[in-house]
């Protein structure tokens, strides 16, 4: 095999074939849906100081019947809409006003939270832990019924305060507030009138009833527990979480980390998430969990212990993101309010060093362009821009290797079945005419991480969800909606469900597209001499239309516009050094003005 035919066949590996391997070995999940445990609470207490190395006990508590009906505040802002529980002072009921589970007219609101009872009930509840003697029951807990002591409505003009008075001098106390995006603020409070010194540790934490239903299994997405300790992030599918060793003394599978500063603790889902953020200068015990027998998962964020004087009053203050994962929100909590390392919940992946930059270009030229699908079109300009003289050198080496293409094929006929002397001939021929066959490569392994990368930000950034471009394309995060099978809705009837065996031959507009500038872009290749080669490549464009077909619309509108951005720009290199080529027939080879004269029986002859 040649030298050009062996720089072609990588280059086609390189930027394909990895994408076919992804597609077939590593296809999404189905979902799983797994009932909602409905059977514990847990109460913490025995707690004991940070520094030392024991940990804060927890007690699984039976609770077999769904939460019982009690009172509930409202919760109004811009974003959310819900209710707290007044049963443990639980924010478990939670939508988000903004999203739509689907694009269909009265879809239902996005819902995070869920009181237990329901399907994948998931809460948030914040109490003390008694400690130094302290009874458990002498404290607030899950279970605690909390009494409204002022407030009606949280918003984000507006905090409810709930009280519990223990009976024996201890009076708690918590202050919610919330504001116009996504973070709740839980001060929590004790006032000692025992007339002795007491101590407890407050703590906050989420409590989710087994996997939740709508998990995707992606193997490219991140859904569990996630969370920063020291500025360390963790990341822990829920299967893996199941796997902690189990702790003897509390009959749980756990995993502890003592925080110093900077770290927070939660659950995320595809574009979902809730977060306990303790005071980002003072240490606290961040704490992920598995109840086996019912299928519970719980993270908590545990502080330090309070020891309050007879008298006084010590007070703790511990937020609560819950909401969506959108980048300017969690960037400006990151930034204006000092959550370290906070967008690093989202799942940026391996290629972070790309996906970071990449997403912050394409939300940036979103906000001045306004629509992302011409964004994502904008964004390929800037990159090929920027690789544009790599890909320069590449395309001049492809002109000059079509112009080199008589002489390989009379080396070819001189050297017949010599391979040995056929790749030295053409050695010669590329070091003689200072070509480098290999320069064509760098370009295409610039465009696989390239390409990756915008794969993971257009897949798991929710600012691409339900994001519309032109006309049918409204939701650049799923795939072509058009279908050839019913000529894109001329004629009356339906086309395979996305997902299904039969959905890969239901070829949208897009990937029809795809196709067509793949094959534009393969004509000016050099082309293989050897028959099977040929025939491969002659197929690939087609085969790569449906492979890709069932891609976010968003990733192929990027192709596509790769693909006829690298065909102008070959097309009008390689006719600048000579080369002529005509796509809808055969390449013609216009040679150098000294091969000309060499050739023309009425040029003069000179030695």
Known sequence: MDDQNKNLILATVLSFLVILTWFWLFPPEETVILPGAETTVAQIDGAVPLAQDDTAAIAAIPSEAPAPDVPRVAIETPELSGSLSLLGGRIDDLGLSQYRETLDDGAETVRLLRPVGELDAYFATFGWAGADGLAADSVPGPETLWTL???????????????????????????VSVDDKFMFSFEQSVENDTGATISA????????????????????????MVR????????????????????????????????????????????????????????????????????????????????????ATATVTTRLFAGAKEWEAIRNYEEAENVTGFLDSIDWGW????????????????????????????????????????????????????????????????????????????????????????????????????????????????????????????????????????????????????GSIFAIFSLGV??????????????????????????????????????????????????IANNTITFIQQYLIMASHGAKPDVFGNIRQSFSRKDKAANDPKAPKGK
């Open 149 to 175: 002591e002022s407030g009606d409505v949280l918003t984000p003009d507006s905090s409810v305060t709930l009280v519990w008075d223990n009976g024996a001098g201890l009076t708690f106390r918590n202050t």
């Open 201 to 224: 540790r407050p703590y906050g934490l989420l409590r989710r009833h087994g996997e939740p239903s709508y998990l995707k299994n992606f193997f490219i997405l991140h859904e569990g």
């Open 228 to 311: 920063m300790s020291d500025g360390e992030l963790e990341e822990t599918k829920y299967s893996k979480i199941e796997d902690y060793d189990v702790d003897d003394r509390e009959g749980t599978q756990a995993e502890r980390i003592d925080v110093t500063a900077n770290g927070w603790v939660g659950y995320t889902d595809h574009f979902w998430m809730t977060t306990l953020i303790p005071d980002q200068t003072q240490p606290f015990r961040s704490v992920s969990k598995y109840f086996a027998s019912r299928n519970l998962f719980q993270v908590e964020a545990v502080m330090p212990i309070k020891t309050v004087e007879a008298g």
């Open 351 to 498: 290629f972070f060093f790309l996906t970071k930059p990449i997403f912050w270009l394409l939300h940036t030229l979103n906000i001045y362009i306004g629509n992302m699908g011409w964004s994502i079109i904008a964004l390929t300009v800037i990159l090929k821009a920027l690789v544009l003289p790599l890909a320069f050198k590449s395309h001049v080496s492809m002109a000059r290797m079509k112009e080199l293409q008589p002489e390989m094929e009379k080396l070819k006929e001189r050297t017949g079945d010599d391979k040995q002397a056929m790749q030295q001939g053409m050695m010669k021929l590329y070091k003689d005419n200072k070509v480098n066959p290999a320069s064509g490569c760098l370009p295409i392994f610039l465009q696989i991480p390239i390409f990756f990368s915008l794969y993971k930000v257009i897949f798991v950034t929710i600012e691409l969800r339900h994001a519309s471009w032109i006309a049918w394309i409204t939701d650049l995060s799923a795939p072509d909606p058009s279908s050839i099978l019913n000529l894109f809705g001329l004629l009356p009837w339906g086309v395979p469900e996305v």
């Open 510 to 559: 897009l990937p029809i597209l795809l196709g067509i500038s793949m094959w534009m872009q393969q004509k000016l290749n050099l082309a293989p001499t050897d028959p099977t080669q040929k025939m491969i490549f002659a197929w690939m464009p087609w085969v790569f239309m449906f492979m890709l077909g069932s891609f976010a619309s968003g990733l192929v509108i990027y192709w």
